[in-house]
């Protein structure tokens, strides 16, 4: 057991895998050339397409232990990943794992499957239920938490082999060109998916709209795809926005988002070609909506905006604030119909958007960021992976990418969920390091990382709250008491895998 | 200059909102105890507001109470629970007459002298809200020395009056301009009613702009949402500023020539001219807009 850099424990192995430990966001280089995929050819008449699902499986000669992939485009309303564990059961496979891009709620459906031991492990991040249960011990599943780009990084590394990525395909023809911004269960971007269609041994296109050749525009190839199958429906695309795509009406939340408008104004962002990147939650949206005015009273006119995209960004490109949006992910169904209909609404790969490793990527450009925590500390450490339940909750999304690559990384946080103090001595799981985060802004006070002495100043001058850190977890702790601390196990449960592929922290076991 | 452009009401009742009382930039908050309150939980309300201003150390905001009216059983004990905890001062409610406000002193000159504290320590802020207390409020605003503001209370005013508050308001209008000479008259400030539509900023915004003109300092409100859009009414604007600096600039030329009247661009300038661009210096200094030494020797000439 060795610590990392943040002085968390790291075992040397684990599940048979050797880890390297996390050391800084910088430093860690690729030793290896891409991966890479038997090449095929296809010639004239040869078909693709495949009666059901079982069909394909069957070809694609799947074995115990073997990687299976989709994309999580449809979100909350993704019926593809239920139907194909139920297949991967009915044919007797196990041990197999998921590599999907991200798991949600939805796919609570699978933990039969994940106890009888067709689903062993889960080389992505988790939303919900079944990371709530492997925490408290109640079920066993190797799952590794791997940011947007980190994701798109253990694919082109090989680290993550994929055998079949079933791609949810809402149009798509008969060789395989696909989009997703056309059909009943229009998502928009396919970002997520674009690198399985790069690197997975097999490629299948699944559609519930199955169009004339060519379909158009193709943001997957027909080049990249095995085969094709039609399905009755891939899911429901109302339940493909996002928890919260509304401005917040809490007053706090809309005090924290005024204070993170103006230390981006105060850091001297805001001019031509400003670029930036907020989430969907309703603070998030609501800084959004304070740089938009902003920008509309200084006649201001940004560069990118980039990220998991939501209607409040489409009104901002259609009113040329912004040039650009790069999408990854639509949250809603308002970014789906412009991605369609907007030159400048470009869809982008999570490789481009964020991997560490490639030639530099989307992220490297963008000036600031918004990212909300769970828990921060007094290291400028942001957890978004567990809660104060020590439970494993949440997926990384972007958050280590956008953190790393932006000139200022701003969270914004409550001071205080419930009785809980948001500012901790230590976080409960690091996601994010400290280093790469600079200013946290809470609706009692606004924490500069100490790099920033000019940032500084120029905020207290400016009569903002600003706090120092330690000072600033006192003040909130005094309000709300010493929480008492979660106690675990020593059984690790998760990993949460930093963006570059080193180890930045473990998830153990709570005692209950 | 104090300034009390944003008054926010926090029910008394609600310990959630009351431990956010420090976050928000309102210049003050009144914890209420009166209409907010429902019957069963007035004791409550005054324990957590006394047990909120007791932990609230660092204050940062002016801090005032609306007590019940004078003529219900709550009064008393909303005082005796509150005002050892410190409060800035009193709302007083349905301040119908000056003989309401000199009980409410009386009362507080007696707290005061238990617990030790400088006779005119509590203030008060009547709050001017039926068709009587509009009639009396000249008299009303000059009834206590501890008066540093008078309110107005649309929402009682109009059930006095048996109208309907509208969305544009020119049914308060007589009401308003009483309540802002009284104010003046007696040399305290002038605070306007609440707006009770949080969903609606377009409306608030013009609403304050007019009472603005009408010679209000400050308004009460309902909704921290609220606060912004009425800071930036009242925040005198960059032209407004310039052309004060501009009016400071040429007096002093005019007081070094030994005379009180100096021409700028064509407009003349000369004593209540100076007031009122002093006036807005002292605003935008007060608001942190800008850095401006004032010298009463350049505004009202040597004597």
């Known amino acids: 057991m060795a610590r990392n850099s943040l002085g968390r424990e790291i075992p040397a192995q684990w599940r048979g895998r050797t880890l390297d430990p996390y050391l800084d966001p910088w430093n860690k280089k690729p030793e290896v050339l891409r991966a890479t995929r038997p090449l095929v050819r296809r010639s004239p008449g040869d078909s693709k397409l495949l009666p059901s699902l079982r069909a394909v499986l069957e070809k694609c000669e799947l074995r115990d232990g073997m990687n299976i992939s989709t994309h999580h485009h449809l979100r909350n309303g993704d019926l593809l990943l239920n139907l194909l564990v139920k297949e991967l059961d009915a044919m007797g496979l196990r041990d197999m794992g998921l590599a999907c891009s991200s798991v949600h709620a939805v796919h609570a459906e699978i933990i039969p499957y994940i106890q009888k031991g067709v689903i062993t492990r889960i080389e992505t991040g988790v939303n919900g239920l079944i990371g709530e249960m492997v925490s408290k011990g109640e079920l066993t599943c190797d799952i590794i938490v791997r940011s947007h780009g980190g994701r798109a990084r253990s694919l082109v590394t090989g680290e993550v082999e994929v055998d079949a990525a079933f791609i949810a395909a809402p149009c798509c023809d008969i060789t395989g060109n696909m989009n997703g911004v056309h059909g009943p269960s ?17 490629v299948i296109a699944v559609t519930d709209n199955l169009v004339r050749y060519p379909a158009a525009p193709i943001s997957i190839s027909q080049s990249d795809v095995d085969y094709v199958v039609q399905i009755e429906s891939l899911g429901d695309p109302k339940k493909i926005v996002s928890t919260t795509t509304r401005i917040t009406r809490d007053p706090a939340g809309l005090l924290i988002a005024k204070y993170a408008a103006e230390v981006i104004e105060t850091a001297g962002f805001l001019k031509d070609g400003f670029s930036f990147q907020t989430g969907a939650g309703g603070t998030s949206l609501a800084v959004a909506d304070n740089i938009r005015r902003k920008m509309a009273d200084g006649k201001i006119k940004g560069s990118f905006g980039c990220g998991g995209i939501t209607g409040y960004f489409v009104d901002i490109l259609e009113q040329g604030y912004f040039e650009t949006l790069f999408d990854v992910q639509c949250f809603d169904l308002k970014a789906v119909e412009s991605i369609r209909r907007n030159a400048g609404h470009r869809e982008i790969s999570a490789d481009l958007y964020a991997s560490p490793f490639n030639r530099g990527s989307v992220v490297n450009m963008l000036d600031c960021v918004i990212l909300g925590a769970t828990e921060v500390d007094v290291d400028f450490n942001v957890n978004v992976n567990t809660e104060s339940s020590g439970y494993l909750l949440h997926n990384t999304g972007g958050h280590c990418d956008a953190a790393a690559g932006a000139k200022l990384a701003i969270v914004v946080a409550p001071s205080m969920r419930g009785r809980l103090p948001i500012v901790r001595d230590a976080v409960t799981t690091v996601t994010t390091p400290g280093e790469t985060v600079d200013v946290i802004v809470t609706e009692r006070g606004i924490c500069v990382a100490d790099k920033h002495v000019d940032l500084k100043k120029e905020l207290v001058r400016r009569n903002l709250p600003v706090k120092e850190i330690h000072q600033f977890h006192e003040e909130i702790t005094q309000l709300t008491g010493k929480p008492r601390a979660v106690e675990f196990e020593d059984e690790i449960v998760a990993l949460i895998e930093y963006r570059d592929g080193s180890i930045i922290d473990v998830v153990r076991r709570v005692r209950e | 200059m104090k300034l009390r ?29 009166e209409d907010a309150v429902p019957l069963v939980e007035k004791d409550a309300a005054r324990l957590l507001a006394r047990n909120f201003l007791h932990s609230y150390q660092n204050r940062n905001k002016e801090m005032f109470v609306r007590i019940n009216p004078l003529d219900t059983p709550y009064a008393a004990a909303d005082l005796r629970e509150i005002l050892p905890a410190l409060p800035d001062g009193i709302r007083l409610p349905k301040a119908e007459n000056p003989e309401l406000v000199e009980r409410l002193d009386t009362l507080l000159t007696e707290q005061e002298e238990k617990l030790h504290l400088e006779i005119g320590h509590f203030k008060i802020i009547p709050s001017i809200e039926s068709a009587q207390g509009v009639l009396n409020c000249v008299e009303t605003a ?21 109208i309907d508050r509208t969305r ?7 009401a308003r301009t009483q309540v802002v000479w009284a104010a003046k008259a007696a040399g305290v400030q002038a605070i306007d009613t609440i707006f009770s539509d949080v969903n609606d900023m377009e409306a608030l915004r013009a609403e304050t702009a007019l009472i603005k003109r009408l010679g209000f300092t400050g308004k009460s409100l ?21 052309n004060a600096v501009e009016v400071m600039e040429a007096i002093k030329r005019a007081r070094e020539m030994g005379t009180g009247v100096i021409s ?13 661009a002093a006036r807005t210096l002292r605003t935008a200094v007060a608001f942190g807009m800008i850095e401006y030494a004032l010298s009463d020797e350049v505004i009202h000439g040597q004597k």
């Open chain 1, 186 to 202: 229009a998502c928009g971007s396919l970002g997520y998916a674009y690198t399985d269609a790069r690197y997975a041994k097999k």
């Open chain 2, 5 to 33: 452009r944003s008054l926010l009401y926090v029910p008394g009742n609600m310990p959630g909102m009351l431990q956010n009382i420090p976050v928000f930039e309102a210049d003050g908050v009144m914890i209420d105890l």
């Open chain 2, 142 to 162: 000059r009834a206590s020395s501890r008066i540093v503001a008078l309110a107005f209370g649309a929402e009682d005013y109009t059930a006095s009056m048996e």
């Open chain 2, 168 to 174: 544009t308001g020119e049914e308060l209008f007589s």
């Open chain 2, 222 to 242: 309902v909704n921290p949402r609220q606060i912004e859009v009425i800071h930036e009414v009242f925040r005198p604007t960059a032209d407004e500023i310039q």
């Open chain 2, 264 to 276: 700028l661009k064509g407009k003349m300038v000369d004593a209540p001219v100076v007031t009122r």
